[in-house]
């Protein structure tokens, strides 16, 4: 079975330029989750989508948004990008809703300059 | 909403000892608890997860403990060998659809 793959690997933009991430679970997994991953912060959640809903959301502006299409790819769009957007996105997923293992991607390092 | 602290942030043991990383959550609602290992340019990847119902939870070299009423968790590493070395996320998790709250990481170096 294919992990979970994320395009692009890596990218560069400029302050003030938007990008978008995106996010294929493994097959047959609904839920899709994204998590910022920087040096200083950690693993800060971002959001959650099940069958095209978002289910949670993080404390992070409105810049950061996200979509879940029907066959359960997830993309993430960062608007009005800044210098503290620089990290690396990871996304997850999993079968269901409950509590259970994430399966995680390689992620998409940003760099912002 | 739910706050994971973990320690220490860098963990340096020589091969063959243990290797101890702990956690503590502020949320006592939360009731499952996993562990991450992350290597280099990877993903994180569960070695193992301990739910509210249950004190230890072993697997070969790992193993997990929680305390509820102190709300704290720990992960033990028996007999560490190089490919040990990584940085390994404490998680925990209110109820099933909420959010995983990870913890800061733990550098872990086993030293030849």
């Known amino acids: 079975k294919a992990g979970v793959t994320q395009t692009p690997r890596y990218l560069i933009k400029t302050r003030g330029q938007q990008v978008t991430l995106s996010c294929s679970p493994i097959s047959g997994h609904r839920s899709v989750s994204w998590y910022q991953q920087t040096p200083g912060q950690g693993l800060q959640f971002l959001f959650e989508?099940?069958?095209?809903?978002?289910?949670n959301k993080g404390n992070f502006p409105g810049r950061f948004s996200g979509r879940q299409f029907s066959n359960s790819r997830s993309e993430m769009n960062v608007s009005t990008l800044e210098l503290g957007d620089s990290a690396l996105y990871l996304c997850a997923s999993r079968a269901g809703t409950g509590s259970g293992e994430l399966f995680f991607g390689e992620g998409s390092r940003l760099t912002v300059l | 909403g739910e706050n994971v602290e973990q320690h220490p942030s860098t963990l340096s043991v020589q091969e063959g000892d243990s290797a101890v990383i702990k956690c503590t959550y502020s949320?006592?609602?939360?009731?499952?608890f996993p562990w991450y290992k992350q290597e280099l340019g990877k993903g994180p990847q569960l070695i193992i997860d301990i739910r509210s119902n249950v004190g230890e939870k072993k697997d070969q070299r790992i193993a997990v403990t929680l305390n509820k009423t102190a709300k704290h968790f720990s992960l033990h590493i028996t007999e560490t060998q190089p490919e040990d070395s990584a940085v390994y996320f404490c998680?925990?998790?209110?109820?099933?659809?909420?959010?995983?709250?990870f913890g800061g990481g733990t550098r872990v170096l086993v030293k030849p």
């Open positions: 989508y099940f069958s095209e809903t978002q289910r």
């Open positions: 949320d006592s609602a939360s009731n499952y």
């Open positions: 998680a925990a998790q209110k109820a099933a659809g909420n959010k995983l709250t």
